[in-house]
């Protein structure tokens, strides 16, 4: 049995409430691709992410409460590269060599697994290594689903927030797993946005909330004798909420994402998965109580994800450094390579780019 070797991602989840947030969204292609992307946040430390890159065979046991390595063994039937927080055997993020996508969002107050039994011992998975589970022994989500059936979720500590998770295969499906009341439920996410609390099946009755939304200007009208007229352009979406709690989040993403143009390739649908994900980014301090000192990182948005399914290539940037750098699974041998573990940051500070002073030719201005 091996000890835990960090306790802050207990820490961080017990406190979760007041700082994790994470913004999943999904863009389809015109050639048939499927994008899946998200942001995760935690403004109450740096999580340390890093990428994992895991071989076919390689094996791992789940942690159990007590902080201890002896629940499930599984070995991964497909290798995979997963984006990690606080420590490597936590994948929050990753995809497959078979082209499916899993990942972990945060879901406080609301999720409630089974409690863990010893006699359970060797079919329980600790919440923060399921996405690691998915990964390394799935195709597709159906296989998912009927795996699911076999397994016991739990949580290392009774005090931690809970998760719930987002699973999607090249085929465009796409799924919601939440745990509550010690019952798994799996939900069709056809709308492709993901948050965190309340519920997946709240945050799509709330959407009713903004049926008076669309894109583009309001038109002119008439108040009694008076003319009134939009100030700006965008007026359509005046009342979108702009505040970064998950209902709003969600309500927001839902928007931008339907509203965006739909890219020609799946790298267009990459890109502009980005673009709308900047919008989401939470500034270090946003979160922070008046009379309390904010820490010292860069941004509450540790990092962003995306995700083409069909091309096997995950996209990364960081809160220290925003250009976008991929992983092509098509490139690694997972019969061969060794598991790795890798910082996304080989430095961790934004760099300049110096342009070159142009060179004026002579007796010019």
Known sequence: MMKIKFLAMIALAVTVKSGMACTGITLKSQDGGTVVARTIEW????????????????????????????GMEFTAKYGYVGLSVEQEEFVAEGLNEAGLSAGLFYFPGYGGYEDYSEELRTRSIADLQLVSWILGGFRT???VINGLKDVHVIAIDPRASTAHWRVADPSGRQIVIEIVDKKVN????????????????????NLNNYVNLYPGTA???????????SLGAGSGFLGI???????????????????????ATADKAVRQCFQILNNFDIPIGIETAEGETAVDIPSATQWTSATDMAGHKIYYRTMRNSAIRMISLGGIDFGKTKYQSIPLDDVEEQPFYRIPTPTLPKGGS
Do not use: C
């Open 186 to 205: 799996i939900y069709e996410n056809r709308l492709g946005v993901l948050t965190n609390s309340p519920g997946f099946d709240w945050h799509m009755t």
């Open 43 to 70: 403004g109450g430390s740096d999580l340390r992410s890093r990428y994992a890159i895991v071989p076919r065979g390689y094996t791992q046991r789940s942690y159990v409460p007590g902080g201890v390595k002896d």
């Open 219 to 229: 038109k002119q009208r008439k108040l009694g004798e008076i003319g009134i007229a």
């Open 241 to 263: 909420p702009g505040d970064v709690t998950p209902p709003s989040r969600f309500v927001r993403a839902a928007w931008f994402q339907a509203t965006t143009p739909t890219p």
């Open 141 to 143: 989500v159906d296989e």
